[in-house]
């Protein structure tokens, strides 16, 4: 399946570390870069709010913002990765009010799925939602990540017969599984997303080659190995948390 081949290259040299500062960050210059002149805050069309304004890119991330900020982020995430959670629920926050808010900055986020069918699930019941659902979704999945990690290790303990025959199926439908499992599909439908509609995009084929590419190109033509990790305007930065994106951001002229 297409789907495999894509991902397994990627998830045997994937981490959820926090980063690996030894994987080339500082290549594309993005820590030792010069200060960029401060940027001015620019006004979104009236009666809009730049935060209120998101749509899917031609990478096939989900962009928050300005699309023609001066200053574009990126992140590569994963869903069940806990460095990740710690950013979408102490980092995004402060990065919406005082980055995004202004016009200065957008925000894409793209799936990197180094926690395997787990991941693929999340992303696929994600973006099965609105576009404009999309991030208001993440946070709450961000927010129960460590609710799902438990879960694992209570299945782990209790019943691993189960993890062993997921992980043994076709990544599809391992998905699946897991989003029953781990109760991903009551947490959509506690959210509004009809359960009939859930199942239907855990098994999209086009979507789910769609994710692999995402993970594809993250791996090989932008150098992601580990969880978050961030790009300003293209250039890969050797952070994994808010306190060491914001003053990089700020050098970038969001300031």
Same mark, same amino acid.
């Given at each position: 399946m297409r789907f495999a081949l894509a991902l397994l290259p990627i998830l045997a040299l994937a981490a959820c570390n926090g980063g690996d500062k030894s994987a080339g960050g500082t290549?594309?210059?993005?820590?030792?870069?010069? $200060?960029?002149?401060p940027v001015a805050a620019i006004a979104p069309p009236a009666g809009k709010q730049w935060t209120d304004m998101v749509e899917k890119t031609k990478d096939n991330g989900f962009r928050q913002g300005n699309p023609n900020a001066p200053i574009k982020l990126v992140e590569y995430g994963s869903r069940m990765c806990p460095y990740c959670a710690q950013f979408g629920t102490t980092g995004v926050g402060p990065l919406r009010e005082k980055y995004i808010a202004t016009g200065k900055v957008s925000y894409e986020y793209r799936d990197f799925l180094i926690h395997g069918a787990p991941d693929l699930a999340l992303a696929l019941l994600n973006q099965c939602v609105p576009a404009d659902a999309f991030f208001p979704t993440l946070d709450q999945i %961000?927010?129960? /990540?460590?609710?799902?990690?438990?879960?694992?290790?209570?299945?782990? @303990? &209790?019943?691993? @017969?189960?993890?062993? @025959?997921?992980?043994?199926? *076709? *990544?599809p439908q391992a998905a699946a599984g897991f989003a029953q499992a781990l109760g991903f599909v009551d947490f959509m439908k506690q959210r509004g997303l009809p359960e009939a509609q859930a199942k239907a995009?855990?098994?999209?084929?086009?979507?789910?080659? &769609?994710?692999?590419? =995402?993970?594809?190109?993250?791996?090989? =033509? %932008?150098? =992601?190995? $580990? /969880? *978050?990790?961030?790009?300003?305007?293209? @250039?890969?930065?050797d952070v994994n948390d808010w306190a060491g994106l914001e003053p990089l951001l700020q050098k970038a002229g969001a300031r």
């Open positions: 290549a594309n210059g993005s820590a030792a870069a010069p $200060s960029s002149a %961000y927010a129960g /990540t460590d609710s799902f990690n438990q879960k694992i290790l209570g299945i782990e @303990q &209790t019943n691993p @017969q189960i993890l062993q @025959q997921l992980q043994q199926m *076709p *990544p995009c855990l098994a999209d084929q086009k979507q789910i080659e &769609t994710i692999a590419k =995402v993970n594809a190109d993250g791996a090989n =033509v %932008y150098g =992601v190995n $580990s /969880t *978050p990790s961030f790009f300003i305007n293209g @250039q890969k930065a």
